[in-house]
T-cell receptor, first 112, second 113 residues
Framework: DGGITQSPKYLFRKEGQNVTLSCEQNLNHDAMYWYRQDPGQGLRLIYYSQIVNDFQKGDIAEGYSVSREKKESFPLTVTSAQKNPTAFYLC???????????FGQGTRLTVV | AQSVTQLDSHVSVSEGTPVLLRCNYSSSYSPSLFWYVQHPNKGLQLLLKYTSAATLVKGINGFEAEFKKSETSFHLTKPSAHMSDAAEYFCVVKKDGANNLFFGTGTRLTVIP
């Protein structure tokens, strides 16, 4: 089955630690995205990538980093510089020339 | 600039009655518009999309939306609510040619038995 897989589903991090969220897609999509979701705020774009080895900052990139070494994979690292990392993180992908995005099931990150 | 406003943060309907979730957008260009649904602790699922074809768009699960350029609206409707429709709904606008989606803040739909 084609789709987007995010792992893990739940993640706990101690303050001051970096943590990496995985996102893999087998849809052969060129574009991939990371969003952060907080209650009552909808989704906000962290980073996006239109092609392998290229990515752009979104609206709230501070404290996050990404890589796009393979078309299928777009991992997100939440660094210790991110002041309030507890949130629900969603990965998405789309065919560059089309318009709708397909979403993974999300990772809920909690800082303890 | 693009933005999208969902006029109600919470809508409550009785099972079997109509659903109306309101969305207004602003865009300098001819936009692409979407409605997504999110069940608790899940990802987003596309309900329907408008991409400058027919103004009345039919989606999955009996939902539909009408694009009204004069009113800059893209309201989501369903004739009869089911319990399984209880979820969060997001109206989304995308600028043509750009890889960015602008999300509304969401409307939580509650369905009362």
């Amino acid at each position: 089955d084609g789709g987007i897989t995010q792992s893990p589903k739940y993640l706990f991090r101690k303050e001051g630690q970096n943590v990496t969220l995985s996102c893999e897609q087998n849809l052969n999509h060129d574009a991939m995205y990371w969003y952060r979701q907080d209650p009552g705020q909808g989704l906000r774009l962290i980073y996006y990538s239109q092609i392998v080895n290229d990515f752009q900052k979104g609206d709230i990139a501070e404290g996050y980093s990404v890589s796009r070494e393979k078309k299928e994979s777009f991992p997100l690292t939440v660094t210790s510089a991110q002041k309030n990392p507890t949130a629900f993180y969603l990965c998405a992908s789309s065919i560059a020339q089309y318009t709708e995005a397909f979403f993974g099931q999300g990772t809920r990150l909690t800082v303890v | 600039a693009q933005s999208v406003t969902q006029l109600d943060s919470h809508v409550s309907v009785s099972e079997g009655t109509p659903v109306l979730l309101r969305c207004n957008y602003s865009s300098s260009y001819s936009p692409s518009l979407f409605w997504y649904v999110q069940h608790p602790n899940k990802g987003l699922q596309l309900l329907l999309k408008y991409t400058s074809a027919a103004t009345l768009v039919k989606g999955i699960n009996g939902f539909e939306a009408e694009f009204k350029k004069s009113e800059t609206s893209f309201h989501l409707t369903k004739p009869s609510a089911h319990m399984s429709d209880a979820a969060e709904y997001f109206c989304v606008v995308k600028k043509d040619g750009a890889n960015n989606l602008f999300f509304g803040t969401g409307t939580r739909l509650t369905v009362i038995p």
